[in-house]
Each structure stands twice: as C-alpha cells, then as structure tokens.
C-alpha cells in the first residue's frame, strides 16, 4: 500500500480502546514515513485533525474491508478467549492526490460492538 523501500522506518500507533476498564476494540496506525509524524505527536486530540495542523496533510478518502476472524492471541488484549470471534476492520486512508496517509486495522470484540451502516440511493 505504502510502496515503499524494504527496510524504510514506518511509525506504528497501537491503541486499546473501551469503556472504563473493558475493552472493546485494538488499533495498530501505520502513517506513510513521507508525512513525518513521530511517536512524540499529540495523539489526545483527532487523529486527522492533528495531521492536518501539524503536517498540512488532509484526508480525503478511505476505503475499508471488514471481515470475521477468531481472536487468537489478541485474545488476552481484549479479554476474550482465543476462541471468541472479532470484526477485523482493514482502513486505507489518502490525501488529495490519492497518497497513502494511513494504514489501520481494528479488531473489535463482536459481543460488544455493532457495525452499521445506512445507504441511502441518489435520485
């Protein structure tokens, strides 16, 4: 996705997120090394928000895959048997000129998280 040298350094962001002390889904951000961004950012504030503030890079598109799996080992992280089925969620976000900005995936606990969606066709 990023098209980049084998070996070229790229940030990784994981985050844990829930509700008090339970989980709910697991973050792992991957930002393209041409932006910039380093583990010492702000990432209390909106994620897009601090790029395009910080780094002038606005996002304009994603496109997202989601599919079922087993939580394995990411098990212990949510606090789920490995057995327990979780929503993958894979993220590709670009700029303007259709760069990679960002590659994110989520893994969502089933049992407490609900995807929707509403679509409404143009006339």
């Known amino acids: 996705f990023f098209k ?8 990784k962001l994981s985050k844990l997120k829930g509700v008090g002390k339970e989980p709910i889904v ?3 951000s991957y930002f ?7 583990k010492e950012d702000d990432f209390n504030i909106p994620l ?3 790029l395009e503030k910080k780094y002038k890079v606005k996002v304009i598109r994603s496109s997202e ?3 079922a799996m087993l939580a394995g080992k990411l098990g212990t992280k949510l606090k789920v048997p490995a057995e327990a089925p979780l929503l993958f969620r894979e993220r590709f976000v670009y700029d303007p000129g259709e760069r990679p900005v960002e590659y994110n995936v989520g893994y969502y606990r089933s049992d407490k ?3 929707s969606i509403d679509i409404k066709k143009n006339q």
């Open 4 to 11: 980049i040298t084998l070996g070229r350094p790229v940030l």
């Open 26 to 28: 697991y973050f792992e």
């Open 32 to 38: 393209h090394p041409r932006i910039g961004v380093t």
């Open 48 to 50: 897009y928000t601090m």
């Open 65 to 67: 895959n989601i599919t």
């Open 113 to 115: 998280f609900t995807y």
